[in-house]
Protein backbone atom coordinates (compact mmCIF):
# COMPACT_ATOMS: atom_id res chain seq x y z
CA UNK A 1 0.00 0.00 0.00
CA UNK A 2 2.79 2.12 0.50
CA UNK A 3 1.63 3.88 3.50
CA UNK A 4 -0.86 5.98 1.98
CA UNK A 5 -3.66 6.89 4.04
CA UNK A 6 -7.08 8.87 3.75
CA UNK A 7 -6.52 12.67 3.15
CA UNK A 8 -9.12 14.51 5.48
CA UNK A 9 -11.88 12.16 7.28
CA UNK A 10 -15.11 13.83 8.12
CA UNK A 11 -18.51 12.93 9.34
CA UNK A 12 -21.59 12.52 6.75
CA UNK A 13 -23.28 15.67 8.20
CA UNK A 14 -19.82 17.58 8.26
CA UNK A 15 -19.46 16.32 4.36
CA UNK A 16 -22.91 17.35 3.38
CA UNK A 17 -23.20 20.48 5.51
CA UNK A 18 -19.58 21.92 3.73
CA UNK A 19 -19.46 20.50 0.31
CA UNK A 20 -22.12 22.76 -1.18
CA UNK A 21 -21.23 22.78 -4.63
CA UNK A 22 -21.99 25.79 -6.45
CA UNK A 23 -23.18 24.59 -9.76
CA UNK A 24 -26.84 24.46 -10.95
CA UNK A 25 -28.71 23.12 -13.73
CA UNK A 26 -30.54 25.38 -16.19
CA UNK A 27 -33.94 26.15 -16.59
CA UNK A 28 -36.31 24.50 -18.81
CA UNK A 29 -40.41 24.79 -19.71
CA UNK A 30 -42.83 22.45 -19.88
CA UNK A 31 -46.27 21.00 -19.92
CA UNK A 32 -48.07 20.62 -17.09
CA UNK A 33 -48.33 17.00 -18.17
CA UNK A 34 -44.99 15.89 -18.54
CA UNK A 35 -44.02 17.43 -15.11
CA UNK A 36 -44.34 15.11 -12.61
CA UNK A 37 -41.61 14.45 -10.51
CA UNK A 38 -40.05 17.73 -11.95
CA UNK A 39 -38.75 20.77 -9.93
CA UNK A 40 -40.06 24.48 -10.31
CA UNK A 41 -37.47 26.83 -10.49
CA UNK A 42 -39.50 29.38 -9.21
CA UNK A 43 -42.71 29.38 -7.29
CA UNK A 44 -46.03 28.65 -9.00
CA UNK A 45 -48.94 31.31 -8.62
CA UNK A 46 -52.33 31.19 -9.22
CA UNK A 47 -53.50 33.70 -11.36
CA UNK A 48 -57.59 33.14 -10.33
CA UNK A 49 -59.30 32.65 -6.80
CA UNK A 50 -59.99 28.83 -6.25
CA UNK A 51 -63.05 27.78 -6.75
CA UNK A 52 -64.12 30.73 -8.19
CA UNK A 53 -67.78 30.68 -6.99
CA UNK A 54 -69.06 30.07 -3.60
CA UNK A 55 -70.19 26.41 -4.01
CA UNK A 56 -72.34 23.60 -1.60
CA UNK A 57 -70.09 20.93 0.30
CA UNK A 58 -73.46 19.11 0.69
CA UNK A 59 -76.12 17.71 -1.04
CA UNK A 60 -79.33 19.58 0.47
CA UNK A 61 -80.86 22.88 0.90
CA UNK A 62 -79.26 27.02 0.34
CA UNK A 63 -81.15 28.79 3.29
CA UNK A 64 -80.87 31.83 4.93
CA UNK A 65 -79.31 30.84 8.41
CA UNK A 66 -81.09 33.14 10.24
CA UNK A 67 -84.25 31.05 9.27
CA UNK A 68 -83.05 27.66 10.84
CA UNK A 69 -82.16 29.10 14.43
CA UNK A 70 -84.21 26.69 17.14
CA UNK A 71 -84.98 24.40 15.02
CA UNK A 72 -85.50 20.71 16.15
CA UNK A 73 -87.13 17.66 15.43
CA UNK A 74 -90.22 18.38 18.06
CA UNK A 75 -90.23 21.95 16.00
CA UNK A 76 -89.07 22.44 12.52
CA UNK A 77 -88.81 25.17 10.30
CA UNK A 78 -90.91 25.42 7.44
CA UNK A 79 -89.15 26.87 4.43
CA UNK A 80 -91.03 27.63 1.12
CA UNK A 81 -89.18 25.36 -1.73
CA UNK A 82 -88.75 28.07 -4.66
CA UNK A 83 -86.15 26.51 -6.92
CA UNK A 84 -83.31 23.85 -7.46
CA UNK A 85 -79.61 25.21 -8.89
CA UNK A 86 -78.40 22.21 -11.35
CA UNK A 87 -74.54 21.45 -11.47
CA UNK A 88 -72.53 23.64 -14.03
CA UNK A 89 -74.49 27.04 -14.57
CA UNK A 90 -75.58 30.14 -12.28
CA UNK A 91 -77.93 29.67 -9.87
CA UNK A 92 -80.98 31.37 -11.39
CA UNK A 93 -83.17 32.18 -8.16
CA UNK A 94 -81.97 34.06 -4.83
CA UNK A 95 -83.09 32.91 -1.47
CA UNK A 96 -85.64 35.21 0.04
CA UNK A 97 -86.85 35.21 4.31
CA UNK A 98 -88.14 31.84 4.83
CA UNK A 99 -87.53 30.28 1.35
CA UNK A 100 -85.08 27.47 0.45
CA UNK A 101 -83.12 26.37 -2.57
CA UNK A 102 -82.33 22.72 -3.65
CA UNK A 103 -78.86 22.49 -4.46
CA UNK A 104 -76.66 19.39 -4.97
CA UNK A 105 -72.88 19.08 -4.03
CA UNK A 106 -70.92 21.38 -6.11
CA UNK A 107 -73.12 23.41 -7.43
CA UNK A 108 -73.19 27.59 -6.62
CA UNK A 109 -74.60 28.87 -3.73
CA UNK A 110 -77.89 31.17 -5.19
CA UNK A 111 -77.88 34.96 -4.29
CA UNK A 112 -78.53 35.97 -0.32
CA UNK A 113 -77.81 32.35 0.63
CA UNK A 114 -75.68 32.38 3.78
CA UNK A 115 -76.01 28.73 4.60
CA UNK A 116 -76.63 25.16 3.78
CA UNK A 117 -78.71 22.58 5.48
CA UNK A 118 -77.68 18.77 4.89
CA UNK A 119 -80.76 16.93 2.96
CA UNK A 120 -80.47 14.31 6.32
CA UNK A 121 -81.94 17.32 8.26
CA UNK A 122 -84.69 18.42 6.33
CA UNK A 123 -87.92 16.47 5.20
CA UNK A 124 -90.62 16.77 2.62
CA UNK A 125 -93.94 17.86 3.70
CA UNK A 126 -95.35 19.09 0.07
CA UNK A 127 -94.16 19.72 -2.92
CA UNK A 128 -93.45 23.72 -2.36
CA UNK A 129 -92.35 23.37 1.86
CA UNK A 130 -89.94 21.53 3.28
CA UNK A 131 -89.32 20.88 7.04
CA UNK A 132 -85.37 21.76 8.58
CA UNK A 133 -84.96 19.63 11.84
CA UNK A 134 -81.29 21.14 12.51
CA UNK A 135 -80.22 24.44 12.51
CA UNK A 136 -77.15 25.82 10.35
CA UNK A 137 -74.79 28.24 11.12
CA UNK A 138 -73.84 31.13 8.51
CA UNK A 139 -70.98 29.84 6.44
CA UNK A 140 -72.08 25.84 7.17
CA UNK A 141 -71.70 23.57 4.11
CA UNK A 142 -70.74 26.55 1.55
CA UNK A 143 -67.04 26.61 0.19
CA UNK A 144 -66.41 30.25 -0.35
CA UNK A 145 -64.65 31.51 -3.83
CA UNK A 146 -61.33 31.70 -2.87
CA UNK A 147 -61.03 29.29 -0.15
CA UNK A 148 -59.12 26.66 -1.71
CA UNK A 149 -56.67 29.17 -3.36
CA UNK A 150 -56.64 32.71 -2.98
CA UNK A 151 -56.03 34.95 -5.99
CA UNK A 152 -51.71 35.48 -6.27
CA UNK A 153 -51.40 32.68 -3.91
CA UNK A 154 -48.73 29.97 -4.25
CA UNK A 155 -49.82 26.50 -5.61
CA UNK A 156 -46.52 25.39 -6.33
CA UNK A 157 -43.12 26.02 -4.33
CA UNK A 158 -40.07 26.38 -6.00
CA UNK A 159 -37.50 23.17 -4.85
CA UNK A 160 -39.91 20.97 -4.35
CA UNK A 161 -40.59 17.98 -6.81
CA UNK A 162 -44.30 18.15 -8.34
CA UNK A 163 -46.31 15.25 -6.62
CA UNK A 164 -49.55 14.28 -8.49
CA UNK A 165 -51.96 15.82 -6.15
CA UNK A 166 -49.77 19.08 -7.19
CA UNK A 167 -50.54 18.36 -11.00
CA UNK A 168 -54.09 18.17 -10.12
CA UNK A 169 -54.16 21.57 -8.22
CA UNK A 170 -51.94 23.46 -11.30
CA UNK A 171 -54.89 21.86 -13.62
CA UNK A 172 -57.57 23.55 -11.60
CA UNK A 173 -56.06 26.75 -11.62
CA UNK A 174 -55.46 26.52 -15.31
CA UNK A 175 -51.79 25.76 -15.66
CA UNK A 176 -50.41 24.68 -18.61
CA UNK A 177 -46.78 24.87 -18.55
CA UNK A 178 -44.49 25.12 -16.01
CA UNK A 179 -40.47 26.38 -16.05
CA UNK A 180 -38.51 23.86 -13.95
CA UNK A 181 -34.91 23.04 -13.48
CA UNK A 182 -33.37 20.80 -16.08
CA UNK A 183 -32.28 17.21 -14.78
CA UNK A 184 -28.80 17.24 -13.73
CA UNK A 185 -26.66 15.15 -16.10
CA UNK A 186 -24.65 12.78 -14.18
CA UNK A 187 -21.38 10.83 -15.73
CA UNK A 188 -21.42 7.13 -14.30
CA UNK A 189 -17.64 5.63 -14.86
CA UNK A 190 -16.96 2.09 -13.76
CA UNK A 191 -13.07 1.73 -13.37
CA UNK A 192 -10.98 -1.73 -12.38
CA UNK A 193 -9.19 -3.98 -14.95
CA UNK A 194 -11.20 -7.00 -13.63
CA UNK A 195 -15.30 -5.35 -14.24
CA UNK A 196 -16.51 -6.36 -17.54
CA UNK A 197 -19.58 -5.22 -19.29
CA UNK A 198 -22.85 -6.68 -17.81
CA UNK A 199 -23.22 -8.48 -21.34
CA UNK A 200 -20.38 -10.68 -21.16
CA UNK A 201 -21.49 -14.17 -21.13
CA UNK A 202 -18.70 -16.09 -20.03
CA UNK A 203 -16.35 -14.66 -16.97
CA UNK A 204 -12.93 -15.17 -16.94
CA UNK A 205 -11.28 -16.12 -13.79
CA UNK A 206 -11.19 -13.23 -11.41
CA UNK A 207 -13.13 -11.14 -13.58
CA UNK A 208 -16.72 -9.57 -12.48
CA UNK A 209 -19.83 -8.23 -14.28
CA UNK A 210 -20.20 -4.68 -13.51
CA UNK A 211 -23.45 -4.42 -11.55
CA UNK A 212 -22.61 -1.20 -9.56
CA UNK A 213 -23.10 1.27 -12.56
CA UNK A 214 -26.46 -0.11 -13.36
CA UNK A 215 -27.96 0.48 -9.58
CA UNK A 216 -26.64 3.85 -9.43
CA UNK A 217 -28.20 4.76 -12.76
CA UNK A 218 -31.42 3.78 -11.63
CA UNK A 219 -30.83 5.40 -8.36
CA UNK A 220 -29.33 9.13 -10.49
CA UNK A 221 -33.12 8.47 -12.05
CA UNK A 222 -35.20 7.93 -9.84
CA UNK A 223 -34.10 11.72 -7.46
CA UNK A 224 -34.60 12.82 -10.86
CA UNK A 225 -31.46 13.24 -12.80
CA UNK A 226 -30.12 11.96 -16.67
CA UNK A 227 -27.67 9.28 -15.77
CA UNK A 228 -25.03 8.95 -18.76
CA UNK A 229 -23.05 5.16 -18.31
CA UNK A 230 -19.49 6.53 -19.80
CA UNK A 231 -18.36 2.41 -19.69
CA UNK A 232 -15.06 0.96 -18.02
CA UNK A 233 -11.71 2.34 -17.44
CA UNK A 234 -8.79 0.13 -16.50
CA UNK A 235 -6.94 0.69 -13.37
CA UNK A 236 -4.85 3.49 -15.63
CA UNK A 237 -4.63 7.24 -14.38
CA UNK A 238 -3.89 8.58 -18.12
CA UNK A 239 -7.11 6.88 -19.76
CA UNK A 240 -8.94 7.84 -16.34
CA UNK A 241 -7.74 10.87 -17.00
CA UNK A 242 -8.80 11.51 -20.42
CA UNK A 243 -12.46 9.96 -19.85
CA UNK A 244 -12.77 12.45 -16.89
CA UNK A 245 -11.82 15.31 -19.12
CA UNK A 246 -14.58 14.20 -21.46
CA UNK A 247 -16.82 14.04 -18.89
CA UNK A 248 -16.32 17.32 -17.53
CA UNK A 249 -17.79 19.01 -21.08
CA UNK A 250 -21.06 17.52 -20.52
CA UNK A 251 -21.63 16.56 -16.80
CA UNK A 252 -23.24 18.43 -14.12
CA UNK A 253 -22.18 15.76 -11.64
CA UNK A 254 -19.42 12.92 -12.01
CA UNK A 255 -19.60 9.25 -10.63
CA UNK A 256 -16.49 7.32 -10.60
CA UNK A 257 -16.96 3.55 -8.99
CA UNK A 258 -14.58 1.59 -7.79
CA UNK A 259 -12.54 4.82 -7.51
CA UNK A 260 -12.36 6.12 -3.80
CA UNK A 261 -10.12 3.18 -2.53
CA UNK A 262 -6.81 3.57 -0.88
CA UNK A 263 -4.10 1.92 -1.97
CA UNK A 264 -1.85 1.07 -5.10
CA UNK A 265 -4.57 0.90 -7.36
CA UNK A 266 -5.96 4.50 -6.46
CA UNK A 267 -5.73 6.14 -9.65
CA UNK A 268 -8.78 8.33 -9.33
CA UNK A 269 -7.16 10.87 -6.86
CA UNK A 270 -3.97 11.89 -9.16
CA UNK A 271 -7.15 11.85 -12.08
CA UNK A 272 -8.94 14.23 -10.17
CA UNK A 273 -6.20 16.34 -8.99
CA UNK A 274 -5.30 16.82 -12.32
CA UNK A 275 -8.85 18.49 -13.33
CA UNK A 276 -8.35 21.26 -12.16
CA UNK A 277 -9.81 23.39 -8.66
CA UNK A 278 -10.80 23.36 -6.08
CA UNK A 279 -10.33 19.80 -6.28
CA UNK A 280 -10.41 17.36 -3.61
CA UNK A 281 -12.28 18.38 -0.18
CA UNK A 282 -12.40 15.25 1.61
CA UNK A 283 -11.17 11.48 0.81
CA UNK A 284 -13.10 9.35 3.85
CA UNK A 285 -15.99 9.55 5.66
CA UNK A 286 -17.15 7.94 8.86
CA UNK A 287 -18.99 5.90 7.65
CA UNK A 288 -19.43 1.96 7.64
CA UNK A 289 -20.02 0.67 4.95
CA UNK A 290 -18.19 3.28 2.70
CA UNK A 291 -15.18 4.57 4.24
CA UNK A 292 -13.09 5.24 0.99
CA UNK A 293 -15.26 7.92 -0.23
CA UNK A 294 -13.70 10.86 -2.53
CA UNK A 295 -15.72 14.39 -2.83
CA UNK A 296 -14.17 16.92 -4.83
CA UNK A 297 -15.13 19.53 -7.45
CA UNK A 298 -13.64 20.00 -10.68
CA UNK A 299 -13.72 22.75 -12.50
CA UNK A 300 -17.08 23.52 -11.77
CA UNK A 301 -18.51 19.82 -11.49
CA UNK A 302 -18.79 17.69 -8.28
CA UNK A 303 -16.52 14.78 -8.86
CA UNK A 304 -18.09 11.64 -6.40
CA UNK A 305 -15.07 8.46 -5.97
CA UNK A 306 -17.35 5.50 -4.79
CA UNK A 307 -15.78 2.14 -3.14
CA UNK A 308 -15.62 -0.79 -5.23
CA UNK A 309 -17.71 -2.67 -3.88
CA UNK A 310 -21.31 -2.62 -4.74
CA UNK A 311 -23.12 -2.79 -1.63
CA UNK A 312 -21.09 0.05 0.15
CA UNK A 313 -21.07 2.57 -3.29
CA UNK A 314 -24.72 2.21 -3.16
CA UNK A 315 -25.43 3.05 0.38
CA UNK A 316 -22.70 5.99 0.37
CA UNK A 317 -24.22 7.23 -2.49
CA UNK A 318 -27.83 6.94 -1.62
CA UNK A 319 -26.74 9.06 1.77
CA UNK A 320 -24.15 11.18 0.47
CA UNK A 321 -24.75 11.58 -3.33
CA UNK A 322 -28.43 12.03 -3.80
CA UNK A 323 -28.34 15.03 -1.66
CA UNK A 324 -25.61 16.24 -3.93
CA UNK A 325 -27.51 14.87 -6.84
CA UNK A 326 -30.99 16.71 -5.64
CA UNK A 327 -28.73 20.55 -5.25
CA UNK A 328 -27.66 20.53 -8.44
CA UNK A 329 -30.74 20.04 -9.54
CA UNK A 330 -32.77 22.93 -7.67
CA UNK A 331 -34.36 20.48 -5.12
CA UNK A 332 -34.51 22.66 -1.69
CA UNK A 333 -37.17 20.77 -0.42
CA UNK A 334 -36.29 17.06 -1.21
CA UNK A 335 -39.03 14.23 -0.27
CA UNK A 336 -39.18 12.68 2.83
CA UNK A 337 -37.56 9.25 2.91
CA UNK A 338 -40.35 6.49 3.67
CA UNK A 339 -40.17 4.91 7.56
CA UNK A 340 -41.60 2.60 9.70
CA UNK A 341 -40.94 1.72 13.00
CA UNK A 342 -39.71 -1.83 14.17
CA UNK A 343 -38.16 -3.67 17.38
CA UNK A 344 -34.43 -5.00 16.38
CA UNK A 345 -33.88 -8.57 16.92
CA UNK A 346 -30.85 -8.76 17.79
CA UNK A 347 -27.93 -6.45 19.21
CA UNK A 348 -25.89 -4.68 16.99
CA UNK A 349 -22.19 -3.26 17.71
CA UNK A 350 -21.09 0.37 16.34
CA UNK A 351 -17.95 2.32 16.81
CA UNK A 352 -18.51 5.66 18.59
CA UNK A 353 -17.14 8.27 16.13
CA UNK A 354 -18.87 6.42 13.09
CA UNK A 355 -21.86 6.46 11.27
CA UNK A 356 -22.78 2.68 10.59
CA UNK A 357 -25.96 1.87 7.96
CA UNK A 358 -26.97 -1.58 8.78
CA UNK A 359 -29.37 -3.26 6.58
CA UNK A 360 -32.57 -4.95 7.98
CA UNK A 361 -35.12 -6.77 7.10
CA UNK A 362 -38.72 -6.25 8.77
CA UNK A 363 -41.62 -8.85 9.38
CA UNK A 364 -44.22 -8.04 11.48
CA UNK A 365 -42.48 -4.97 12.87
CA UNK A 366 -39.18 -6.81 14.03
CA UNK A 367 -36.38 -5.87 11.99
CA UNK A 368 -33.55 -8.24 11.84
CA UNK A 369 -29.80 -7.63 10.83
CA UNK A 370 -28.61 -8.45 7.66
CA UNK A 371 -24.92 -9.08 8.21
CA UNK A 372 -22.09 -9.77 5.08
CA UNK A 373 -19.22 -8.88 3.26
CA UNK A 374 -19.88 -5.57 1.62
CA UNK A 375 -19.08 -7.09 -2.16
CA UNK A 376 -21.82 -8.86 -1.70
CA UNK A 377 -25.04 -7.36 -3.13
CA UNK A 378 -27.58 -9.98 -2.35
CA UNK A 379 -27.64 -8.08 0.85
CA UNK A 380 -29.08 -5.52 -0.30
CA UNK A 381 -31.84 -7.46 -2.25
CA UNK A 382 -33.18 -9.12 0.29
CA UNK A 383 -33.32 -6.10 2.63
CA UNK A 384 -36.64 -4.08 3.27
CA UNK A 385 -34.35 -0.83 4.33
CA UNK A 386 -31.33 -0.10 6.65
CA UNK A 387 -31.15 1.47 10.45
CA UNK A 388 -28.55 3.90 10.78
CA UNK A 389 -26.59 3.87 13.95
CA UNK A 390 -25.60 7.83 14.40
CA UNK A 391 -21.75 8.65 15.67
CA UNK A 392 -22.15 8.75 19.44
CA UNK A 393 -23.47 5.63 19.79
CA UNK A 394 -21.52 2.37 20.41
CA UNK A 395 -23.97 0.01 18.81
CA UNK A 396 -28.11 -0.93 19.32
CA UNK A 397 -29.18 -3.35 21.96
CA UNK A 398 -31.61 -6.00 20.98
CA UNK A 399 -35.53 -5.42 21.37
CA UNK A 400 -34.09 -1.61 20.62
CA UNK A 401 -36.97 0.41 18.79
CA UNK A 402 -35.33 1.32 15.46
CA UNK A 403 -36.30 3.69 12.66
CA UNK A 404 -35.99 1.66 9.42
CA UNK A 405 -35.86 4.14 5.86
CA UNK A 406 -37.64 1.61 4.09
CA UNK A 407 -36.50 0.91 -0.17
CA UNK A 408 -39.54 1.61 -2.19
Known sequence: MGGKEFFTTLSVSEALAGFRPSRRTGEETVLRE??????????VVSGAELPGFARSTVDGYAVRAAD?????????A???????????????????????VQIPTGAVIPADADAVVMVEHTQ????????VTRPVAVGEGIVHADEDVALGSEIAPAGRPLRAQ????LAAAGVTEVVVCARPRVAIISTGDEVVPPST???????????????????????????????????????LTKTLESALQDSDLIVVSA???????DETTAAVESLGGPGIFCHGLSIKPGKPTLLAECSDVPVIGLPGNPLSALVVFRLVGLPILRLL??????????????????SVASAAGRLDVVQVQVRDDVATPLFGFSALLSILTTADGYVVIPEPATGLESGADVTVTTYR
Open 34 to 43: DALGRVPATA
Open 68 to 76: TYGASDGLP
Open 78 to 100: YLDLIGAVRMGVGADVAVRPATA
Open 124 to 131: ITTSDVIE
Open 166 to 169: DLGL
Open 201 to 239: KELMPGQVRDATASALAALVTEAGGEPSLRGIVPDDVDA
Open 259 to 265: GSSVGAR
Open 329 to 346: GGITRPPAEPTRSATLSR
